[in-house]
C-alpha cells in the first residue's frame, strides 16, 4: 500500500525558512516522479514543483522560483521542500504526492503557517 | 499558469447525474490528454477519481466518469449518493507543470 507522510509544518515568520520532509513506504520510490501541491485555508489547490525519478529535472510554479526548492533522497525514500523567504500568502497545508501525469496517491498534508 | 476554470457549485438530488465542466486553453487542457479529477472531503487529502480524462483508478465507482473536447473537460457523477457531496478539483499538465481548476462544492440535495 502506498503511504505518504509530511513533517516538517509549523509556524515561522516572513521571510523565515522551513524544510518540508515526505517519506514515503509501499513502493518503489526512485521509480517515480514526486509532487509538492499546497492548499491556503479555505481556498483551492495548487500545484507548487516536483521533481524527476533522479531528481535531474525539477519544475516550479511562477510564485515560488528562486524561493522554494525541491529535492529527494532515494536512499531515504524521502522527498523535501525547501522554503525560504516565506510569505503570510504561503500559509497553506502542504501535501506530497505520487505522480503519473498528475498527483496520483497523496499524504495527509503538513500545515505552513507564515505570521508575525 | 492561470487555474482552469470550474463553476464554484453543483447539486442534484440521490440518484440524479451531475456534470462539472473544466475550462482550460489549448497550451494545457486543448494540448495534452492528461486531466485528472480529485476529489477532496472536508479535512482531508484529495483522492484521486480519475486520470488521463476518463480512466478510472481501481477502487473508484463507475458512476465516475470523465471526457473532454477541446478546451473543455468533464466529470459526471452518475447516480448521486450522499457520501459523493465533496469538493471536487481537476488538474491538467501543462508542459512540465501542471495546473489545477478552482474546485466545485458538490452538494446532495
Known amino acids: 500500500e502506498v503511504h505518504l507522510v509530511e513533517s516538517g509544518g509549523g509556524l515561522v515568520q516572513p521571510g523565515g525558512s522551513l524544510r518540508l520532509s515526505c517519506a514515503a513506504s509501499?513502493?518503489?520510490?526512485?521509480?517515480?516522479?514526486m509532487t509538492w501541491v499546497r492548499q491556503a485555508p479555505g481556498k483551492g489547490l495548487e500545484w507548487v514543483a516536483n521533481?524527476?525519478?533522479?531528481?535531474?529535472?525539477?519544475n516550479y510554479v511562477d510564485f515560488v522560483k528562486g524561493r522554494f526548492t525541491i529535492s529527494r533522497d532515494n536512499a531515504k525514500n524521502s522527498l523535501y521542500l525547501q522554503l525560504n523567504s516565506l510569505r503570510v500568502e504561503d500559509t497553506a497545508v502542504y501535501y506530497c504526492?505520487?505522480?503519473?501525469?498528475?498527483?496520483?496517491?497523496w499524504g495527509q498534508g503538513t500545515l505552513v503557517t507564515v505570521s508575525s | 499558469q492561470s487555474a482552469l476554470t470550474q463553476p464554484p457549485s453543483a447539486s442534484g438530488s440521490p440518484g440524479q447525474s451531475v456534470a462539472i465542466s473544466c475550462t482550460g486553453t489549448?497550451?494545457?487542457?486543448?494540448?495534452?490528454?492528461?486531466v485528472s479529477w480529485y476529489q477532496q472531503h472536508p479535512g482531508k487529502a484529495p483522492k484521486l477519481m480519475i486520470y488521463?480524462?476518463?480512466k478510472r483508478p481501481s477502487g473508484v465507482p463507475d458512476r465516475f466518469s470523465g471526457s473532454k473536447s477541446g478546451n473543455t473537460a468533464s466529470l459526471t457523477v452518475s447516480g448521486l449518493q450522499a457520501e459523493d457531496e465533496a469538493d471536487y478539483y481537476c488538474?491538467?499538465?501543462?508542459?512540465?507543470?501542471?495546473?489545477f481548476g478552482t474546485g466545485t462544492k458538490v452538494t446532495v440535495l
Open positions: 504526492a505520487r505522480e503519473y501525469w498528475g498527483p496520483e496517491y
Open positions: 488538474s491538467s499538465y501543462a508542459g512540465s507543470t501542471y495546473v
Open positions: 489549448s497550451s494545457d487542457v486543448g494540448r495534452y490528454n492528461y
Open positions: 509501499g513502493f518503489s520510490f526512485r521509480n517515480y516522479w
Open positions: 488521463e480524462v476518463s
Open positions: 521533481i524527476k525519478e533522479d531528481g535531474s529535472e525539477k
